[in-house]
């Protein structure tokens, strides 16, 4: 069964603009991951942020979590044509061993 | 390094027929995933190997699914028989993560199964 929900399921904004998505889950985990998915493609690993830690950076992206409320949110600064895909979270379960995903949501950028 | 290799790219079958994906994973990863994904869904694990051994397959249909990781390298999918809900995306994945250790996964490109 699917662990993490996204929210917005669909996101479509300016290029330059910020895109931020949220994704929350059930059980405790040992981390969350984001991926995203080109259409037709497989998913890239984007970030990675463990359990103990409150905030992340990557480049333009910007990850946190919060595990009392139990959720996660994803900022993409100064958006750009290229950044247009579905962004998945998944969340690897305290005491099992995989990763389970999100439904996604799909990011439209608009030149 | 190269990606994890998967084929074919497409395949279109009729129901009842029968259909096998191939995976070739990273060298040296020693987890290989099998995800089903169905269109506008997120990925669903079908079945986990580390090495050649199966670590969760309580999400694989076993009355038609099936999977093997011979030498605990390249691993194949088979449907057997195909249903028309069977009609999805069919991720492989690898990572390095030894059992606990669940590191970022690697995806190939993926098989894109019609069933007609």
């Known amino acids: 069964s699917q662990q993490g929900e996204e929210d917005p399921q669909a996101l479509s904004i300016q290029e330059g603009e910020n895109a931020t998505m949220n994704c929350s889950y059930k059980?405790?985990?040992?981390?969350l991951q984001w991926y995203r998915q080109n259409s037709g493609r497989g998913l890239v690993h984007l970030i990675l942020?463990?359990?103990?830690?409150r905030e992340k950076h990557s480049g333009r992206l910007r990850v946190t979590l919060d595990t009392s409320k139990k959720s996660s949110s994803l900022l993409i600064t100064a958006s750009r044509a290229a950044d247009t895909a579905s962004y998945f979270c998944a969340t690897e379960i305290q005491g099992a061993q995989k990763l389970v995903f999100g439904q996604g949501t799909r990011l439209t950028i608009n030149p | 390094e190269a990606g994890v290799a998967q084929s074919p790219r497409y395949k279109i079958i009729e129901k009842r027929q029968s259909v096998a994906f191939w995976c070739n994973p990273i060298s040296g990863h020693a987890t290989l995933y099998w995800y089903q994904q169905i269109l506008g869904q997120g990925p669903k694990l079908l079945i986990q190997?580390?090495?050649?051994?199966?670590?969760?397959d309580s999400q694989l249909p076993k009355d038609r699914f099936s999977a093997e990781r011979l030498k605990g390298v390249d691993s194949t999918l088979k449907i057997q028989p195909a249903k028309l809900e069977d009609s999805a995306v069919y991720l492989c994945?690898?990572?390095?993560?030894?059992?606990?250790?669940?590191?970022?996964?690697?995806f190939g490109s993926g098989t894109r199964l019609t069933v007609v």
């Open positions: 994945a690898s990572s390095l993560g030894m059992r606990g250790q669940i590191r970022p996964e690697t």
């Open positions: 942020i463990r359990s103990n830690e």
């Open positions: 190997f580390q090495n050649n051994g199966v670590v969760d």
């Open positions: 059980t405790s985990i040992n981390n």
